[in-house]
């Protein structure tokens, strides 16, 4: 099985950009599709990239998604931060029905 | 609108049994492979299960493999876990999730239910 890696915390100001890596351990990143979800407090967790970079319908495009092949690592990066965007952030995929989630990046708005 | 609704959370001791239940609605639930993902209190996501549209095929991770069973009422629109010889360390909150990836849509998840074993 793989792992998938994520920072444990970034923060920025409002109206900056941040960018969440995800690194696969082993295997071929672009092989399977990487989501992206979103967790606010106290919520459940909602998609904001699908399929590596698709935006789900009402998710702004200040999200978006892409897949580094180089360093096997996919990214969300957030533009223009809003207060509302601060919240955890998990990746996932999958390989030989086994699906992985990284371990969470909480994103925190100055 | 999609909805997932989870039920059957409870307080239970440890090695003891319990089946969660999960009811899809505003999609067509035999369409999908629907998945358990379970978060401890303060911590992350983790992956439990999935079961394919039809039943057909299951995946379990390594933790829960040999004391859960995934299930799905195709004609009930629910999924089903059922958790045996539970440990402490299943407390979490599991939710319920469809996955649209084989279809080229976004997952969707429940609100989740709270499962706590005590010792």
């Known amino acids: 099985n793989f792992m998938l890696t994520q920072p444990h915390s970034v923060s920025e100001s409002p109206g900056k950009t941040v960018t969440i890596s995800c690194t696969r351990s082993s295997g071929n990143i672009a092989s399977n599709y990487v989501q992206w979800f979103q967790q606010r407090p106290g919520s459940s967790p909602t998609t904001v990239i699908y399929?590596?970079?698709?935006?789900p319908s009402g998710v702004p495009d200040r999200f978006s998604g892409s897949i580094d092949r180089s360093s096997n690592s996919a990214s969300l990066t957030i533009s223009g931060l809003e207060t509302e965007d601060e919240a955890d952030y998990y990746c996932q995929s999958f390989d030989s029905s086994i699906t992985v989630f990284g371990g969470g990046t909480k994103v925190t708005v100055l | 609108e999609v909805q997932l609704v989870e039920s059957g959370g409870v307080v239970v001791q440890s090695g003891g049994s319990l089946r969660l239940s999960c009811v899809g609605s505003?999609?067509?639930?035999?369409?999908?492979?629907m998945h358990w993902v379970r978060q401890a209190p303060g911590k992350g996501l983790e992956w439990v299960s999935l079961?394919?549209?039809?039943?057909?095929?299951?995946s379990y991770s390594d933790s829960v493999k040999g004391r859960f069973s995934i299930s799905r009422d195709n004609s009930q629109n629910s999924l089903y876990l059922q958790m045996n010889n539970l440990k402490t360390e299943d407390t979490a909150f599991y939710y319920c999730?469809?996955?649209?990836?084989?279809?080229?849509?976004?997952?969707?998840w429940g609100q989740g239910t709270l499962v706590t074993v005590s010792s």
């Open positions: 505003g999609f067509n639930f035999d369409d999908y492979t």
């Open positions: 399929e590596d970079n698709q935006r």
């Open positions: 999730a469809k996955d649209g990836v084989s279809l080229s849509e976004s997952w969707s």
């Open positions: 079961v394919t549209w039809d039943g057909g095929s299951t």
